[in-house]
């Protein structure tokens, strides 16, 4: 190694603790907000901001992103934080209740770190897709997609929300880490900021700790955040950060609520585009927890929830039976598959609504967002159920709580309790065999690693049989290697579309529009980077190669062939 790499490592690897451990921790003791958790939780926003904002801003200042100057730059912002830390005292958190906190906090982040840990290669439907970006950071030393200040949020070509991709190219880059390892820090962190942010969002909204920690362990181990944590993309973000929303939003008018309420918007937009119809949704519920009364009766809620119910029906698509029998069957169906274990608890809450305590009064508060949110995650689509899962685990804490006191069930209170964490246990395990289940092959990754080692910076095209090609991408740095060039800049929006014939097609279409309602003119993008290679893989016989192509590798399930031609710019969208 010359000592130029050898100096990339050692700062790199230094930088890597700086930008994920020492950096956020310093923030968080500047920031002073309060108690363990809260420092927790300020600690795993600023990894997330500092990971992204750091590389942005040497793209936009036009500085070489790379594992060098990367480290060089963590570590001088983690000494400038030591000093500024050093001026700024502030009083430690101490206490027997803060201990108590913390073994608990260690012991649920445990958990999540051996479920989420890869025990399989690349799995979900487009993780592969979050790997491209990263990889693409790091050979091209800059963003590519990065054109234009709303590409941060998604909307030019070969652009996704910019927090996840940018901290995991950052951490993949400084700690020399692959992509399994590289995803398995990443999911860490969105658990970890997950596990504190529902943490703090119970303690708001439900008061006891005991009801706290139980939306905690519903939020994190519920099937939705389970399926995007494990190997984390930005709807795993997105799961992360809203809590801290949820929580800036009902302390506010304090002026520290306000402060964490726009750090985490920024955040939750910078995570998935999801938060563009969340955000406003929950601006118009803010008046709401401000001015509600305690004494706004719980009868509210259910009907609020029939309300969600009945419009649930409209958008479930038929499950056996036709007619309205096969809707509700199809409902409940999605009900159990996205929420699990939390539904029992939340049902008898709907149920025991009259006998609910004041305590639920946040709860009551935030109904219309609720309602909403509930309402479209019955939708095929799984964007609405990202904020709904958060409202969900409420329900079902305070549920469990309303079971344990109501005159007729208390005494099997702590048996239901038992029965709901046990089912979650069981989902939990059901979504992450899954998940495994569709995970990369061992003979897709040896392909992949052939490609890789013979041409690790393309740019290249990769034809493969079914699943194939997706995992292989995800394992080869140079495909799709794409290029995208600014135009003039000008922002164009895109008309709202109309109604559709039926609801869930309604929905489906405003769906598609939100997406990309707002584009910037004459950008164009070369979608593969005029590759001058094409590799086709065949796996246990499946998949064809052309004649005239080479095979350059082949073992006992795999073959791999390479083919030479003119480079052909692609300004087409890739299909999967």
């Given at each position: 190694?010359?000592?130029?790499?050898?100096?990339?490592?050692?700062l790199?690897?230094?930088?890597?603790?700086?930008?994920?451990?020492?950096?956020?921790?310093?923030?968080?003791?500047?920031?002073?907000?309060?108690?363990?958790?809260?420092?927790i939780?300020?600690?795993?926003?600023?990894?997330?901001?500092?990971?992204?904002?750091?590389?942005?801003?040497?793209?936009?200042?036009?500085?070489?992103?790379?594992?060098?100057?990367?480290?060089?730059?963590?570590?001088?912002?983690?000494?400038?934080?030591?000093?500024?830390?050093?001026?700024?005292?502030?009083?430690?958190?101490?206490?027997?209740?803060?201990?108590?906190?913390?073994?608990?906090m260690?012991?649920?982040?445990?958990?999540?770190?051996?479920?989420?840990?890869p025990?399989?290669?690349?799995a979900?439907?487009?993780?592969?897709?979050?790997?491209?970006?990263?990889?693409?950071?790091?050979?091209?030393?800059?963003?590519?997609?990065?054109?234009?200040?709303?590409?941060?949020?998604?909307?030019?070509?070969?652009?996704?929300?910019?927090?996840?991709?940018?901290t995991?190219a950052?951490?993949?880059?400084?700690?020399?880490?692959?992509?399994?390892?590289?995803?398995y820090?990443?999911?860490?962190?969105?658990?970890?900021?997950?596990?504190?942010?529902?943490?703090?969002?119970?303690?708001v909204?439900m008061?006891?700790?005991?009801?706290?920690?139980?939306?905690?362990?519903?939020?994190?181990?519920?099937?939705?955040?389970?399926r995007?944590?494990?190997?984390?993309?930005?709807?795993?973000?997105?799961?992360?950060?809203?809590?801290?929303?949820?929580?800036?939003?009902?302390?506010?008018?304090?002026?520290?609520?306000?402060?964490?309420?726009?750090?985490?918007?920024?955040?939750?937009?910078?995570?998935?585009?999801?938060?563009?119809?969340?955000l406003?949704?929950?601006?118009?519920?803010?008046?709401?927890?401000?001015?509600?009364?305690?004494?706004?009766?719980?009868?509210?809620?259910?009907?609020?929830?029939?309300?969600?119910?009945?419009?649930?029906?409209?958008?479930?698509g038929?499950?056996?039976?036709?007619?309205?029998?096969?809707?509700?069957?199809?409902?409940?169906?999605?009900?159990?598959?996205?929420?699990?274990?939390?539904?029992?608890?939340?049902?008898?809450?709907?149920?025991?609504?009259?006998?609910?305590?004041?305590?639920?009064?946040?709860?009551?508060a935030?109904?219309?967002?609720?309602?909403?949110?509930?309402?479209?995650?019955?939708?095929?689509?799984?964007?609405?159920?990202l904020?709904?899962?958060?409202?969900?685990?409420?329900?079902a804490?305070?549920?469990?709580r309303?079971?344990?006191?109501?005159?007729?069930t208390?005494?099997?209170?702590?048996?239901?309790?038992?029965a709901?964490?046990?089912?979650?246990?069981?989902?939990?395990?059901?979504?992450?065999?899954?998940?495994?289940?569709?995970?990369?092959?061992r003979?897709?990754?040896?392909?992949?690693?052939?490609?890789?080692?013979?041409?690790?910076s393309?740019?290249?095209?990769?034809?493969?049989?079914?699943?194939?090609?997706?995992?292989?991408?995800?394992?080869?740095?140079?495909?799709?290697?794409?290029?995208?060039?600014?135009?003039?800049g000008?922002?164009?929006?895109?008309?709202?579309?109309?109604?559709?014939?039926?609801?869930?097609?309604?929905?489906?279409?405003?769906?598609?529009?939100?997406?990309?309602?707002?584009?910037?003119?004459?950008?164009?993008?070369?979608?593969?980077?005029?590759?001058?290679?094409?590799?086709?893989v065949?796996i246990?016989?499946?998949?064809?190669?052309?004649?005239?192509?080479?095979?350059?590798?082949?073992?006992?399930?795999?073959?791999v062939?390479?083919?030479?031609?003119?480079?052909?710019?692609?300004?087409?969208?890739?299909?999967?």
């Open positions: 190694m010359t000592f130029l790499s050898c100096a990339s490592a050692v790199g690897a230094l930088g890597f603790v700086c930008a994920f451990i020492l950096s956020p921790i310093l923030i968080a003791r500047v920031l002073n907000p309060g108690g363990r958790m809260a420092r939780g300020a600690s795993c926003l600023s990894c997330i901001f500092i990971n992204t904002a750091v590389p942005a801003a040497m793209h936009w200042i036009g500085m070489p992103i790379s594992r060098l100057w990367l480290g060089l730059i963590h570590i001088s912002l983690a000494c400038l934080l030591g000093l500024v830390s050093l001026v700024i005292k502030r009083p430690a958190a101490s206490g027997s209740a803060d201990n108590d906190e913390i073994r608990w260690l012991s649920a982040a445990t958990c999540l770190a051996f479920v989420l840990f025990f399989t290669r690349l979900g439907i487009d993780t592969y897709k979050w790997q491209c970006l990263a990889s693409n950071v790091r050979l091209a030393g800059s963003i590519p997609w990065l054109v234009h200040p709303i590409s941060l949020l998604g909307f030019t070509p070969r652009a996704y929300p910019s927090a996840q991709p940018l995991l950052s951490a993949q880059m400084m700690g020399g880490l692959g992509v399994d390892t590289g995803f820090v990443v999911s860490l962190l969105t658990a970890l900021t997950g596990l504190s942010g529902s943490l703090l969002m119970g303690r909204f008061g006891a700790e005991r009801d706290a920690r139980r939306v905690a362990l519903f939020y994190v181990f519920s099937p939705v955040f389970l995007y944590a494990h190997w984390a993309t930005g709807r795993g973000f997105f799961m992360a950060v809203f809590p801290f929303v949820l929580v800036g939003a009902a302390g506010l008018p304090r002026a520290r609520s306000f402060a964490l309420l726009a750090v985490s918007s920024c955040l939750l937009l910078l995570s998935h585009k999801t938060a563009l119809v969340t406003p949704v929950l601006a118009t519920c803010i008046p709401a927890v401000l001015l509600v009364r305690p004494g706004w009766t719980p009868r509210w809620m259910a009907a609020g929830c029939a309300a969600a119910g009945t419009a649930a029906l409209l958008l479930s038929p499950l056996f039976l036709p007619g309205i029998a096969g809707r509700a069957i199809g409902a409940a169906a999605l009900s159990a598959s996205r929420f699990g274990a939390m539904l029992p608890p939340a049902i008898f809450l709907l149920l025991a609504a009259g006998s609910l305590p004041s305590a639920h009064r946040s709860i009551r935030t109904l219309p967002a609720a309602v909403f949110f509930l309402t479209l995650s019955h939708d095929s689509d799984m964007y609405a159920a904020p709904a899962t958060a409202f969900v685990s409420l329900a804490a305070a549920g469990l309303s079971f344990e006191t109501f005159p007729l208390k005494r099997f209170g702590r048996h239901f309790a038992v709901v964490f046990a089912f979650a246990v069981v989902c939990a395990a059901l979504v992450i065999g899954r998940r495994s289940l569709l995970a990369t092959t003979s897709e990754y040896r392909a992949a690693q052939v490609i890789e080692k013979l041409d690790p393309g740019p290249m095209l990769i034809e493969a049989p079914g699943w194939a090609r997706r995992h292989i991408h995800g394992y080869v740095s140079g495909c799709p290697r794409f290029t995208v060039t600014a135009g003039s000008t922002l164009q929006l895109e008309p709202p579309p109309g109604m559709a014939a039926s609801p869930s097609a309604t929905v489906r279409q405003w769906i598609a529009w939100a997406r990309d309602f707002v584009s910037v003119k004459d950008v164009a993008v070369d979608w593969y980077g005029s590759p001058a290679v094409t590799y086709w065949r246990r016989g499946e998949g064809h190669a052309p004649p005239d192509a080479t095979l350059i590798h082949r073992d006992n399930e795999i073959e062939w390479r083919k030479t031609r003119e480079p052909e710019l692609n300004t087409e969208p890739d299909r999967p």
